[in-house]
């Protein structure tokens, strides 16, 4: 899906956890983009019909990046800078939750 290029630079590495995975990154990477390029699956899903979603814009407009951090809900991960020992959650769907559906009159 993504790739890092093959660029060497002199900024500090950081290990962060992923879903339980151990992952190593730079400083200065924000969430969404180490999330995007820890493994070839949906970045998570949405909560009313379960399809799969990923960042859009990466500017914090399109609200497509949101993570658990650190046992916080919906943080918005293109605006997040990834911080040594962080705990990141993708947010899937709860299988058992309903789409919300409107009430009627």
């Known amino acids: 899906m993504f790739s890092k290029l093959n660029v060497t630079d002199d900024r500090k590495s950081l290990s962060i956890t992923i879903d339980g995975d151990d992952v ?3 400083e200065g ?6 999330v995007m390029l820890h493994a ?4 998570r899903h949405s909560i009313l019909s379960g399809s799969e979603r990923a960042p859009f814009c990466m500017m914090g407009i399109c609200f497509e990046c ?4 650190d046992g916080v809900p919906n943080q918005q991960g ?10 990141i ?3 899937v769907a709860n299988a058992s939750m309903s789409p ?5 009159p």
């Open 24 to 26: 190593m990154c730079r």
């Open 40 to 43: 070839a699956r949906p970045y």
């Open 100 to 104: 919300v559906r409107k009430v009627q």
């Open 66 to 69: 949101l993570v658990e951090i």
């Open 89 to 91: 959650r993708r947010q």
């Open 78 to 87: 293109c605006l997040r800078g990834v911080e040594s020992g962080m705990r």
């Open 29 to 34: 990477d924000t969430v969404a983009a180490v």
